[in-house]
């Protein structure tokens, strides 16, 4: 059994010190991992027009469970996932008074972690080229962030219940969202239960 520590970004892969990794995730991707409804105009418009980062950290515990020895053939890996979005440009639309349209661009994180079970397999290719098969690693937690707009014009109360009316429409798969609108902008409270899977290829070199 040994410790390792990973920050898990594409197939980088650190056995010494950790060193989270920052990467943008692309946009119609989000949609589907998070199983957003495709046929929602208003909400893919919103996730398109915008930015979202991701890092994540994952440290894990590996046992073996062959008589291979350390590093070599199936694993079990416990790990525990510590991840962060962070949007940018997120933007509501709504009614104004005297008609058209104004939109509210909003900024904020969501941070999620999760604990789950990894199971691998380690192949020596030669003396130097390791490669590791990431199997399956399911995982599931918690989540919570929220998202934070500034209106540039104060807000009118017809103009706060269009806006209201508009982040009443989210609606995302075992998500609760929450919003606070008033004269100045909103507020958006994310929180509800996070799961995912790791699987996927690493290839490393011995030193």
Request: charged share 20%; net charge neutral; hydrophobic share 35%.
């Amino acid at each position: 059994m040994y410790f390792l520590f990973r920050s898990c970004a594409g197939n980088r892969n650190h056995l010494k010190r950790p060193r989270p990794t920052t990467f943008r995730v692309p946009k119609q991707n989000w949609a589907e991992r998070h199983n957003l409804d495709k046929n929602d105009p208003d909400l893919i418009n919103i996730i398109d027009n915008g930015n979202i980062g991701y890092t994540s950290f994952t440290p894990e515990i590996r046992i073996y469970t062959g008589k291979k020895g350390f590093g070599k053939g199936f694993y079990l890996a416990p790990f525990f996932r510590a991840s962060k979005y962070t949007f940018d440009n997120i933007s509501f639309e709504y009614d104004i008074d005297g008609g058209g349209t104004a939109s509210l661009s909003t900024n904020g994180t969501l941070k999620a972690n999760s604990f789950g079970l990894l199971l691998g397999s380690q192949f020596n290719l030669g003396k130097s080229i390791v490669l590791d098969w990431w199997i399956m690693g399911p995982h599931y937690g918690t989540s919570d962030g929220d998202l934070t707009g500034v209106s540039s014009e104060t807000l009118s109360q017809t103009e706060q219940d269009a806006l209201r009316d508009t982040l009443n429409d989210i609606d995302i798969p075992l998500v609760d969202i929450e919003n606070n609108v008033n004269a100045n902008g909103a507020e958006i409270l994310i929180s509800g239960p996070w799961a995912g899977v790791r699987a996927g290829l690493s290839i490393g070199y011995r030193f």
